[in-house]
């Protein structure tokens, strides 16, 4: 047998392979093809399929360039490419192959469709909009078509034309979960979690599909809040592809949230094992650690953030983790390095202007007066089950929902988007405005059914509790609503010392949209927005809520706790003190932190960092 015939064997028996799911050794075998017949793009280009399946993307890119060596025209290599810049977090990079793709077959409806997904990562929604189009004109049917300019209109959020496209993809292929999970998203943005766990149980009748499919419907559970469903689908993603480091990654996530931190390790350390460049495995795995001492876990991550195939979104996933290691060990100029470049990295990615955030700002003032207030006071719904904790992030609202979640009638549901959504939808839907300069339109029966509206849309978080937590810190902008729609509803504010609760802020990656955060100096502005803001609800709603300061909170927990619970209406008992023992699902920043005893070593963290804060200090005095 010559050269070629074992090369071709070789690739035979990988394609089989594939088509089992055998990832490990289907890779093995495509090797040894290109071992015996160097010039096979045929086995570069699948090896590469593998490579991506199994998360290796920075050598599934060196494949695929391998293959585009001998077909450098080669118009499905070139859309490959693409795609493996895109799961990297290099759009830019990623349009280039598109557009190569494009110029040599010009009605390659799938290299138009990932264009249009190349253009909405990078903010160009119009021109994204249009690639899309032109990929359903020359394939009505194409699914990847359909979804694509679905998540534009998500992006835009035109979540009615998205939900409207992601049918259209259904209505193609009523199997594809991907369409489904894409609708269920969107529900949970708009925190309609009724209907967003409807079609979450349509999708899990149709869960024969990829570990990628499987991975993202796992996903989709976890942040709607079904944690068990979640942990079992991501258990058979790794069912069907023991070696899929994602799975192992995202599972490990999921139990890190239900306090399961040993096996959560066990998981991060599997994906590593699988894939010793998966980054975000080795972010979590280290995020969850404690460091003494300088050891090779940190020369690990030393090594990996200075790697400079890592995208912008790998970069500073490891460098957050790598500032709070270097903290922990008292390395504070390192520490203040690495989380100034990361901040700066992840900056750039975004546009964001504090002018527009005043502007806002300014509105609420503006139209929400005493005046006004007092023409609806007595009105709303009468319902008392919601506790809303509310603040800027990282001010001790997670510690405050631990206490009252400890309690036994108490559920804390975590960051819902339910209130933000629901008036979001309420005043263009009903009052054809928006949120603050529809206050005055306001009528009784609107009150009350806002109020109403609330409450359902909490009901299925705990069918049980007699009061329920909601904790999404920036519920703050709505505190005069809230009182008027809910009159009955408890309010407590968290506050902090302004700078170590902007430092805080500052070095940590919040998986949300906090655009404000990644620049101290926008940072400062907006806290100091904020202060106004609660300054000017304070003025006009004397008392409506409670304020707890962080400080007192640690160094006097039990007399602070009991004022808590006073406001709340709630009688005293000793789990509350116990919170750290109390299980439940944490997905904040804090789920680590609140875990454990009271500490006080938090409250004067920032003062290691005062050289490096004078821009801060500067904008909150002025």
């Not at 759009?91 to 190349?118: H, R, T």
């Not at 529900?187 to 979690?193: D, E, L, T, W």
């Not at 009182?483 to 070095?507: D, E, F, G, M, T």
């Amino acid at each position: 047998m010559d050269q070629r015939q074992k090369a071709i064997k070789y690739y035979e028996k990988a394609n089989k392979l594939y088509l089992k799911s055998k990832h490990i050794d289907a890779a093995n075998h495509y090797r040894k093809a290109i071992k015996s017949l160097p010039k096979f793009p045929e086995a570069y280009s699948n090896l590469g399929n593998v490579l991506k399946d199994m998360g290796r993307y920075s050598e599934a890119i060196n494949a695929y360039q391998q293959a585009l060596k001998y077909y450098p025209e080669h118009p499905l290599i070139l859309n490959n490419l693409g795609n493996m810049y895109m799961l990297t977090g290099s759009p830019v990079s990623a349009l280039e192959y598109f557009d190569q793709a494009i110029s040599v077959e010009d009605k390659f409806a799938d290299a138009y469709s990932n264009k249009g997904s190349a253009l909405k990562e990078m903010g160009y929604f119009e021109e994204a909009l249009t690639a899309c189009e032109t990929c359903l004109e020359i394939d009505p049917k194409h699914n990847t078509g359909w979804n694509n300019i679905g998540s534009i209109w998500e992006a835009m959020e035109s979540y009615s034309k998205a939900v409207s496209s992601y049918q259209k993809a259904i209505q193609i292929d009523p199997d594809n979960v991907v369409s489904y999970v894409n609708i269920a998203v969107v529900f949970i943005k708009q925190g309609r979690s009724n209907l967003a766990n409807t079609v979450l149980d349509e999708a899990l009748k149709k869960v024969n599909a990829s570990c990628e499919i499987l991975n993202k419907l796992a996903g989709a559970l976890k942040d709607v809040g079904r944690i068990s469903d979640s942990i079992d689908v991501y258990r058979k993603s790794i069912k069907l592809n023991i070696n899929n480091d994602i799975s192992h990654t995202g599972l490990a996530l999921v139990l890190s949230m239900i306090g399961e931190i040993e096996e959560s390790k066990s998981h991060y350390g599997k994906a590593l094992k699988i894939n010793s460049k998966n980054i975000y495995a080795l972010a979590g795995l280290e995020s969850l650690r404690k460091h003494d001492c300088y050891d090779d876990s940190v020369f690990n991550m030393e090594n990996a953030y200075r790697d400079p195939a890592l995208s912008s979104d790998q970069k500073w996933h490891l460098g957050f983790v790598l500032g709070k290691v270097y903290e922990e060990l008292k390395q504070f100029d390192k520490a203040y390095n690495i989380i100034f470049e990361c901040n700066s990295l992840k900056r750039q990615s975004y546009n964001y202007s504090t002018d527009k955030s005043r502007l806002y700002f300014d509105s609420i003032i503006k139209n929400i007066k005493s005046d006004l207030l007092e023409k609806y006071n007595g009105l709303g719904s009468n319902n008392a089950t919601p506790i809303f904790i509310l603040g800027m992030p990282r001010s001790g609202s997670s510690l405050v929902e631990q206490i009252l979640a400890s309690h036994s009638q108490v559920y804390g549901a975590g960051e819902l988007n339910n209130l933000p959504c629901l008036i979001n939808d309420y005043f263009h839907e009903s009052l054809s405005s928006k949120y603050p300069e529809g206050m005055s339109l306001l009528t009784e029966n609107s009150l009350n059914e806002l109020g109403e509206k609330y409450i359902d849309s909490i009901k299925p978080v705990s069918a049980n509790a007699n009061r329920i937590v909601d904790k999404m810190p920036h519920n703050f902008l709505y505190i005069p609503l809230i009182k008027l729609v809910l009159p009955n509803a408890k309010i407590i504010h968290c506050k902090r010392n302004a700078i170590s609760n902007c430092w805080s802020i500052y070095k940590h990656n919040f998986s949300g949209p906090h655009e404000y955060a990644y620049n101290i100096v926008e940072l400062g502005e907006y806290y100091k927005m904020y202060q106004q803001l609660i300054k000017h609800f304070n003025e006009i709603l004397p008392g409506c809520f409670y304020e707890i300061q962080y400080e007192d909170l640690v160094l006097n927990q039990k007399c602070e706790t009991q004022k808590i619970l006073s406001y709340c209406d709630l009688p005293w008992e000793d789990s509350c003190m116990s919170f750290h023992k109390t299980e439940r699902t944490i997905t904040t920043l804090s789920s680590q932190q609140v875990r454990q005893s009271l500490y006080d070593n938090s409250i004067s963290i920032s003062d290691n960092y005062a050289n490096k804060l004078s821009s801060l200090k500067e904008v909150l005095k002025s």
